[in-house]
């Protein structure tokens, strides 16, 4: 019965490793997108506080979407 619960947690680490994979680009292009006129990448290199904050907050809520996802 262990053996087969770790299994089924190797699977879903790899389901999971997949999805944040797909995610994270999706999640960066819709961030961009919502944001134009502003280089966010170039914002983080001056140490803009503001947006890392804001982009943090986007990356902490898309993994909470995704891992509601893969949990039901």
Do not use: C
């Amino acid at each position: 019965r262990i053996l087969m619960n770790m299994i089924f947690l190797l699977i879903w680490v790899v389901v999971a490793s997949v999805g944040f994979a797909i995610a994270v680009p999706i999640a960066m292009r819709v961030f961009n997108r919502m944001t134009p006129g502003i280089d966010e990448m170039e914002e983080l290199k001056k140490g803009n506080v503001a947006v890392a904050i804001v982009m943090g907050a986007t990356f902490i809520a898309m993994a909470l979407f995704l891992v509601a996802v893969v949990l039901k």
